[in-house]
Each structure stands twice: as structure tokens, then as C-alpha cells.
């Protein structure tokens, strides 16, 4: 069994999710795949939280931006309609609890 690592910025446009795929793809044996954030998305993360914790209410905007990619990505990754949609509502559904954590720390 592999296990494979990729950065942010192996995960950082759909181009390089799909590169990452196939690489994966390729691979004869089980493995294991682990990746980190989309790139630049930590960094948004940390400016979103920052934002909150200041009261500043334009971590609406930053964590606004952080949905859009999310939902950008998975539109250009997954072909296939049903998979994209169960993909998007799990996905919205993580970032409506964290989009809570931050409308918390906010106020």
C-alpha cells in the first residue's frame, strides 16, 4: 500500500486536481491518499478567523470567496451531475457549520 501526499499547490485549480487524479489513477495497488487544503485556502482561513475575532464584519466577504472556490472546483472536477450535486451539498454543508464557528468568534 502507497500512501501519497499533496500540497496546496498540487490542489490549487482544478488543472492541477485533475493532474493529481490521474497520477492517483495510475497507480496499481491500494493507496492511500492524503491532501491539504486548496492553495491559498489557509491563508483565507487565517485572514477569515482574524477578521472575526477583530469584528470586522468583512470575514462575510472572505468566507464568501472560500465557498465560491470550493464550489468552483468541484464544478470543473466532477462531471458527472448526481456526483457533483451529493459532492456540493456535503461540502456546503461542512462550510455552513464552519461559516457558524466564524459568525460565533464574530460576536
Not at 15 to 26: D, P, W
Amino acid at each position: 500500500m502507497k500512501v501519497l501526499k499533496f500540497g496546496g499547490t498540487s490542489v490549487g485549480s482544478v488543472n492541477s486536481i485533475l493532474s493529481v487524479k490521474k497520477i492517483v489513477e495510475a497507480i496499481e495497488e491500494p493507496v492511500i491518499v492524503v491532501v491539504s487544503a486548496l492553495g491559498g485556502i489557509t491563508d483565507k482561513l487565517l485572514a477569515t478567523s482574524s477578521m472575526a475575532a477583530k469584528g470586522d464584519v468583512g470575514y462575510e466577504r472572505e468566507f464568501s470567496e472560500i465557498i465560491t472556490r470550493h464550489l468552483d472546483v468541484i464544478q470543473g472536477v466532477i462531471p458527472d451531475k448526481m456526483q457533483r450535486i451529493e459532492v456540493q451539498k456535503k461540502v456546503m454543508s461542512l462550510l455552513d457549520e464552519l461559516g457558524n464557528i466564524f459568525k460565533g468568534v464574530y460576536l
